[in-house]
């Protein structure tokens, strides 16, 4: 693959060391001083960080925002966007504004159907769907064109991203095909325990030629006991642990942190073994300092300092 974006990250991919990206929240409110501080605690840390994007369908400080902030904390921000809550004019406005705010990254996305959220009587839109949604990001990365007809002669860059689940049950990997002959860059997973599971996707997906077509970052979540494991278990679609992941945090009892930090240390060493892939998603389910014992704890540090 040939460089195509304007990204760190997209350098980091292509030079070879392991990546890693992780994940901050822009807070449900309009004070910017959280997400700054997300952005603190995991620069030199991240490559890149995702910026979610009214995540489980709820109000939140918008990405746009959110990625300009973690910008100027001198971290590179990967923009959620999706395509639940805005038209495709709505979507294109996004683009040329995070791009002059300091976003270099996208991760394209459907969105959580808004019964789950606070506004559950609100309309969904979804003019564009995500495969529209890269081709768009694409167009106007390649040829400055924002509509048919309508170019620009400075057209935001950025590397392109697609969200995947593995792991769950009845799985299609000619989705996973199409969101790269549609012209997506990378692919963030959903969260894995199961490095042997993992390990059977990757051999089956081979063949289709998904690793010579994109970037894959595998999602990876310290848990913070046996609690939270066996709610990721039971209400997240296709995310498996194990039986001995949750012995294990019931095991360590007052010490299922530090537990949850070290298995999945193990899980990310793992995934280091499997051929194609490239780097690992961190999610902290809220902890940044977990995100970091993790990527410590697993060898990932320094990272490679941003041009």
């Known amino acids: 693959m040939s460089l195509r974006a304007a990204s760190h990250l997209e350098g980091v991919l292509h030079d070879g060391p392991f990546a890693v990206t992780a994940e901050a929240v822009p807070p449900a409110g309009a004070d910017p001083g959280p997400l700054a501080e997300q952005a603190r605690a995991l620069r030199g840390y991240a490559d890149a960080v995702n910026i979610t994007d009214n995540p489980t369908a709820s109000a939140h400080m918008s990405a ?3 990625a300009a902030i973690v910008a100027g904390e001198g971290l590179e921000p990967i923009m959620q966007i999706t395509t639940r809550d805005r038209n495709r004019l709505g979507i294109t406005a996004d683009l040329l504004g995070a791009w002059a705010l300091g976003a270099r990254n996208l ?4 969105g959580d159907p808004v019964a789950v959220g606070d506004h559950p009587e609100a309309k969904e839109v979804f003019d564009l769907d995500v495969l529209e949604l890269v081709r768009l990001a694409v167009a106007v990365r390649e040829r400055g064109e924002l ?3 309508r170019r620009v002669d400075d057209p935001p860059r950025f590397l392109v991203g697609v969200a995947d689940n593995p792991l769950v049950a009845g799985y299609r990997p000619d989705r996973l095909e199409a969101k790269a002959e549609a ?7 959903q969260i894995v325990y199961d490095v042997e599971a993992l390990a059977a996707w990757a ?8 690793f010579e077509r994109m970037f894959v970052l595998i999602g990876v979540a310290p848990p913070r006991g046996p609690a939270s494991a066996s709610y990721m278990r039971e209400h997240l679609p296709g995310v498996v642990v194990p ?3 949750v012995s294990r945090l019931e095991s360590a009892g007052p010490d299922a942190v530090e537990e949850g930090v070290r298995l999945t240390v193990e899980v990310v060493k793992g995934l280091r073994e499997i051929d194609g892939i490239a780097g690992v998603h961190v999610m902290g389910l809220g902890k940044e300092e977990a995100v970091r014992r993790v990527i410590e704890d697993a060898g990932l540090l320094p990272r490679p300092p941003a041009t």
């Open 183 to 189: 012209g997506a860059d990378f692919v963030q997973t």
């Open 64 to 66: 746009v925002a959110g």
């Open 243 to 245: 039986d001995e992941v």
């Open 147 to 149: 509509a048919p007809g």
């Open 107 to 110: 991760l394209c996305l459907t």
């Open 203 to 210: 051999e089956a997906v081979r063949p289709r030629g998904v």
